[in-house]
């Protein structure tokens, strides 16, 4: 089996070329400059995710390459609003188009509407995307271990924070662990391996051991129920970052209000 995650990174590298073509750097650099010397508005992602009582980042999700579309008509003007309605911590919004239905648009939409820091998620490989991040209202983009070597995190990250966005550093295995001690503000485990698709929670809880303790961690994908949330915060995980189980359903709102309650009575 091709390993999906080499076929998306090889597919961004084009992509980003092309849009390098209809927004030339020096253009949204200029403008993301104006933007900031404006005044940007912080929203902490990792400062969120600790304060919160349950820690889940919902997120917008409509298609993804193993399921195929999950929600095709899902609307941003109108479920990450739900989102915040119904007890989430922060946001995540998949900008990927190709493989994942997204858009940078979903944000520039959902921004005006919402206050939770939103995360663009995203296979971020050159610092152009994250100027992109800044320009349509992100506080917060999604560095994957798996794609970069750690220089290029380190780099990435440094212009990050010079942009005010925070780093969610994605970790899949502990061939990766020697990234963690990068300056990112939040280290995620992706329980979902890119490359096969098999998902398996104890991979958080096999990683959480080795991984900062003054960092704040998160868990991502497969988590099936507030038991496990549970046991993922003795484990030291303060973020949850829930997408499909919420999208599938008709109301992806409500869904995060009833599992927020049951998590509450668990």
Same mark, same amino acid.
């Given at each position: 089996?091709?390993?999906?995650?080499?076929?998306? @990174?090889?597919?961004?590298?084009?992509? @980003?070329?092309?849009?390098?073509?209809?927004? *030339?750097?020096?253009?949204? &650099?200029?403008?993301?400059?104006?933007?900031?010397? =404006?005044? @940007?508005?912080?929203?902490?992602?990792?400062?969120?995710?600790?304060?919160?009582?349950?820690?889940?980042?919902?997120?917008?999700? $409509?298609?993804? *390459?193993?399921?195929?579309?999950?929600?095709?008509?899902?609307? *941003?003007?109108?479920?990450?609003?739900?989102?915040?309605?119904?007890?989430?911590?922060?946001?995540?919004?998949?900008?990927?188009?190709?493989?994942?239905?997204?858009?940078?648009?979903?944000?520039?939409?959902?921004?005006?509407? @919402?206050?939770?820091?939103?995360?663009?998620?995203?296979?971020?490989?050159?610092? &152009?995307?994250?100027?992109?991040? $800044?320009?349509?209202?992100?506080?917060?983009?999604? %560095?994957?271990?798996?794609?970069?070597?750690?220089? =290029?995190? $380190?780099? %990435?990250?440094?212009?990050?924070?010079? %942009?005010?966005? =925070?780093?969610?550093?994605?970790?899949?295995? =502990?061939?990766?662990?020697? &990234?963690?001690?990068?300056?990112?503000?939040?280290i995620g485990v992706n329980n979902r391996n890119l490359g096969?698709?098999?998902?398996?929670?104890?991979?958080?809880?096999?990683m959480a051991a080795r991984l900062p303790e003054d960092r704040?961690?998160?868990?991502?994908?497969?988590?099936?129920?507030?038991g496990v949330i549970r046991l993922l915060r003795e484990a030291?995980?303060?973020?949850?970052?829930?997408?499909?189980?919420?999208?599938?359903?008709?109301?992806?709102?409500?869904? %995060?209000?009833?599992?927020?309650?049951?998590?509450?009575?668990?």
């Open positions: 089996m091709k390993d999906i995650l080499e076929e998306i @990174v090889a597919y961004k590298r084009i992509e @980003v070329a092309a849009q390098k073509e209809q927004m *030339p750097p020096r253009k949204l &650099y200029a403008e993301v400059g104006r933007m900031m010397a =404006e005044g @940007v508005e912080k929203r902490s992602l990792s400062q969120a995710l600790t304060e919160n009582d349950y820690g889940i980042i919902a997120e917008f999700k $409509r298609k993804s *390459p193993s399921k195929g579309w999950i929600k095709e008509d899902g609307k *941003p003007e109108e479920i990450p609003l739900a989102y915040e309605q119904n007890g989430a911590a922060a946001l995540s919004i998949l900008t990927d188009e190709k493989y994942f239905g997204g858009s940078l648009d979903f944000v520039r939409k959902a921004r005006p509407l @919402v206050n939770l820091p939103i995360l663009r998620k995203d296979f971020i490989i050159d610092e &152009y995307q994250l100027f992109q991040a $800044r320009h349509v209202g992100a506080d917060a983009v999604l %560095l994957i271990a798996a794609d970069l070597k750690k220089e =290029e995190v $380190r780099s %990435l990250t440094a212009t990050a924070h010079e %942009l005010a966005l =925070e780093v969610l550093l994605e970790l899949h295995s =502990e061939h990766e662990l020697d &990234y963690a001690d990068l300056p990112v503000d939040a096969t698709f098999v998902t398996d929670v104890q991979n958080s809880f096999r704040v961690l998160v868990s991502e994908s497969g988590i099936a129920g507030p030291g995980y303060r973020g949850f970052l829930i997408g499909e189980s919420f999208m599938k359903t008709d109301d992806p709102g409500l869904a %995060l209000k009833q599992f927020i309650k049951e998590l509450a009575s668990s």
